[in-house]
């Protein structure tokens, strides 16, 4: 799949996000900054009311003309203005406004949520509307101002305002958002394209060296990442490496297999005539000889059958576990060293529902390996346990080696006797595992060793 356009990119996406949060950021800043300002200007026009009022009073007789009081009350932006102090008479100035009043504020019953709602009331309906403004002078609190005005200019103020707090949001969410995006890009994105690249370039061809990540040097979650990336590439790649060897050997041994067991049967043959020869010296080297023949016969066998592409084609059937275990007793009589017993605790009546062919095949090669490592008891048990049949091979060998414990149910590596393989457990994992089941290593020490095999009821 190729990598998305930078429309679609990670990095598009991580850009509006900031920009977003960032406006969003700039709301709730807003909100109380809007409903501020607008206590500010009506503060102000408080004040300035004040003033206004008291040049009037403080002027003697006859020296406000009803022009300079017309500049007052236009310097303030007001229709009206009363003024009051304790103990002395209510003192107006102006005309009547030229609209009823609809609009009543008392500066001195806000909370910081009716300062919020009034600011945005205002910018909705402001324009046009008059309004009666009453509250104490910023410049002396006992005296009580009250204004009769025209919401135009607040209204027009605040949308300035909220103009210029918008501009200069959407520069603040620019500049943050560039910023996030280059650190984030730098930290994150670059290096998340770094790793999809090696994992598509890896997909592509596995067996590609080159396709591995080299990892960096940084410690953070990133450098991790690297380090767990590499770890997995190159363990994926020698496990490909070994599959291919595996393959190879698969195809090798069965072009060999039929001509190499042609030449085994034919030295077996001779190594009959031998055996009817009276020399003492040769009646001692040939069952010897046998031996090798029959190791060598059945190695080869057992790698083909290892090699062999796909797993066991189980036919299962439903079966007493002690008749099976009963036949592989015969079938390792052969294998048992002398004074070795084979013994059974496996309830009459238990049965599995499997393939006899096959779990005899794991049960003999349990039981071999046990043997051939100098056991002199395997033990077999079984019962029930939860949804599953649960048995166990036990014996009283000297343990795995730690060489064996690392390597265990690995092919050609987890053998415990030189001359082993390593196949017998590899084996016996792929068919429990083909019946849906699980095989694993109980304990081991100088005891003995113990398998438990748990099948699917």
């Known amino acids: 799949m190729p990598l998305p356009g930078p429309a679609r990119s990670l990095s598009a996406r991580l850009l509006i996000l900031t920009i977003a949060f960032v406006m969003l950021a700039e709301v709730l800043i807003y909100t109380p900054s809007i409903a501020r300002f607008r206590n500010v200007w009506l503060n102000e026009k408080l004040a300035a009311g004040h003033l206004a009022a008291l040049a009037t009073v403080a002027a003697p007789e006859g020296m406000v003309t009803p022009q300079l009081e017309a500049e007052l009350l236009a310097h303030v932006g007001a229709y009206r203005i009363y003024l009051s102090h304790p103990g002395e008479p209510l003192y107006s100035l102006g005309m009547l406004p030229p609209a009823p009043v609809s609009n009543v504020i008392d500066m001195d019953e806000q909370t910081p949520v009716s300062m919020i709602a009034s600011a945005f009331e205002t910018m909705m309906q402001g324009e046009g509307r008059m309004s009666r403004m009453r509250g104490f002078s ?183 576990l002690a008749d099976l275990a009963r036949q592989v007793e015969g079938d390792l009589s052969g294998a048992m060293p002398a004074g070795a017993q084979w013994r059974l605790d496996v309830p009459e009546g238990l049965q599995v529902h499997a393939d006899r062919e096959q779990l005899r095949r794991v049960l003999v090669n349990l039981a071999r390996n046990a043997f051939q490592a100098g056991a002199e008891t395997v033990t077999i048990t079984a019962g029930l346990a939860d949804d599953s049949v649960a048995v166990t091979v036990r014996d009283d060998g000297p343990g795995l080696p730690p060489r064996a414990r690392q390597h265990l149910f690995q092919p050609f590596a987890g053998s415990a006797r030189p001359q082993g393989t390593g196949l017998g457990l590899a084996i016996a994992r792929e068919i429990v595992t083909a019946h849906r089941g699980e095989i694993r290593l109980l304990e081991t020490g100088p005891d003995g060793t113990a398998f438990r095999i748990s099948l699917p009821r």
Request: with cysteine.
């Open 138 to 320: 910023p410049r002396d609190p006992e005296a009580e101002v009250e204004v009769i005005f025209d919401e135009t200019a607040l209204h027009d103020a605040m949308w300035d305002f909220s103009w210029r707090i918008l501009g200069l949001s959407i520069i603040i969410s620019l500049i943050t958002a560039s910023l996030v995006f280059l650190a984030l890009r730098w930290l994150t994105v670059r290096p998340l394209m770094r790793f999809t690249e090696k994992m598509v370039a890896f997909r592509n061809d596995p067996d590609d060296a080159e396709s591995v990540i080299v990892p960096s040097r940084r410690t953070d979650e990133v450098g991790v990442a690297e380090r767990e990336l590499h770890h997995m590439q190159t363990a994926v790649l020698a496990a490909l490496k070994q599959k291919d060897r595996l393959a190879a050997l698969g195809t090798a041994v069965t072009k060999i297999n039929h001509d190499l067991r042609n030449m085994l049967g034919t030295a077996s043959l001779v190594s009959e005539r031998l055996a009817a020869s009276g020399d003492p010296e040769v009646q001692r080297t040939v069952p010897r000889l046998m031996e090798a023949l029959d190791r060598a016969a059945d190695l080869c066998s057992r790698t083909l059958d290892y090699t062999r592409e796909g797993g066991p084609a189980l036919q299962r059937s439903r079966f007493p």
